[in-house]
C-alpha cells in the first residue's frame, strides 16, 4: 500500500489545501493528512480545531489526519509512507520547498517529495491571506471550504 503525507500547518484549510489533499488521495492508497505543530508560532487554530475542519471539508475515504511535533521525515518513516506530497503555488515557493526536499531526502533516502502544481484559481491563495482579508472584514467565501466558513469567520472576529 502506497502511503503518502501531506504535512503543513492547515491554519486554516483552504481550498487550496482542499485540492491538492483530494488530488493526492486519487493518485496514492492512503494520504495523511499531518498537522504540524512547530510550523506556527502563534496560530489561530489549536492543532485540535485544525484536525476536526480538515475533517469535516475532505470526505475521501483513503484520507486520514493525524497531528506531529517532530521530524517529518521520523513521522514518515514510522508509518511507512513512500511521499511527501506538496503543493506549489508561486516561483517564490520553489527555493523553499526544493531545501526542505533535498533535507529530507539526506535524513531519510528512502523518501520521495511529490508537487503537485496549483491550480490557476488557488495561486495566491495562502492560510495568511484568508486570515488577513477575513479580520479586515473581507469576504473569504471563495477561499475556504463552506464546512469551515462560519468557524473563520468567527474566530477572526474574535468571537470564540
Ligand atoms: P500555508 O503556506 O498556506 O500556510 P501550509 O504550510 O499549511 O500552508 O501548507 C501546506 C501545504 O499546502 C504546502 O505544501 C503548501 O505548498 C500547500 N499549499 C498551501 N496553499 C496552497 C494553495 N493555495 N494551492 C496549492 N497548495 C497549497
Known amino acids: 500500500m502506497k502511503i503518502a503525507i501531506c504535512p503543513g500547518s492547515f491554519d486554516p484549510v483552504t481550498l487550496g489545501h482542499k485540492d491538492i489533499i483530494e488530488r493526492t488521495a486519487e493518485l496514492f492508497d492512503k494520504v495523511i493528512v499531518l498537522v504540524m505543530s512547530n510550523s506556527v508560532k502563534s496560530p489561530l487554530f489549536s492543532l485540535e480545531e485544525r484536525m476536526d475542519m480538515i475533517k469535516r471539508c475532505v470526505n475521501m475515504g483513503n484520507v486520514e489526519v493525524d497531528t ?78 463552506g464546512e469551515i466558513l462560519d468557524d473563520v469567520i468567527k474566530r477572526c472576529k474574535g468571537e470564540k
Open 68 to 145: 506531529y511535533n517532530g521530524l517529518l521525515v521520523n513521522y514518515a518513516r514510522e508509518n511507512n509512507a513512500v511521499a511527501i506530497v506538496k503543493g506549489l503555488r508561486a516561483v517564490s515557493d520553489f527555493d523553499y520547498e526544493f531545501q526542505q526536499a533535498l533535507t529530507n531526502k539526506s535524513l531519510y533516502p528512502e523518501i520521495e517529495t511529490v508537487f503537485i502544481a496549483a491550480r490557476g484559481e488557488n495561486m495566491f491563495l495562502s492560510s495568511s491571506m484568508v486570515k488577513e482579508v477575513c479580520r479586515l472584514g473581507g469576504d473569504v467565501s471563495q477561499f475556504v471550504p
